[in-house]
Nanobody, 124 residues
Framework: QVQLVESGGGLVQAGGSLRLSCAAS????????MAWFRQTPGKEREFVAA????????FYDHSVEGRFTISRNNAENTLYLQMNNLKPEDTAVYYC?????????????????WGQGSQVTVSS
């Protein structure tokens, strides 16, 4: 198991940028496929982006492609989500998630390690 802690959320105006970080404990971070999900009250947790454990290949939901960038630094055990041109509809609690021994997935149930969440609020 890996422990995940998000940081970097906050309040930003539409069109602005934020960078989320997810710090992972342990020495096996590089073996985890990682992803970002987000959730708003009363809705299901939805996929945002994922990054493969070895190839570093990235995958995005169509709603964020071209605006968000997922990346990882395995030497520092950290996952990032750079969010540019933010829109009010991006407002949500953002969660990082990890999956060991499997490929990337856009299904939240495939991930077994989760952070506590970080609130992102975009004002219009």
């Amino acid at each position: 198991q890996v422990q995940l802690v998000e940081s970097g959320g906050g309040l930003v105006q539409a069109g602005g940028s934020l960078r989320l970080s997810c710090a992972a404990s342990g020495r096996t971070f590089s073996t985890y496929s990682m992803a970002w999900f987000r959730q708003t009250p009363g809705k299901e947790r939805e996929f945002v982006a994922a990054i493969a454990r070895f190839s570093g290949g990235t995958f995005y939901d169509h709603s964020v492609e071209g605006r968000f960038t997922i990346s990882r630094n395995n030497a520092e055990n950290t996952l990032y989500l750079q969010m540019n041109n933010l829109k009010p509809e991006d407002t949500a609690v953002y969660y990082c998630a990890g999956r060991q021994g499997g490929g990337v997935s856009s299904t939240s149930g495939d991930y077994d390690n989760w952070g506590q969440g970080s609130q992102v609020t975009v004002s219009s």
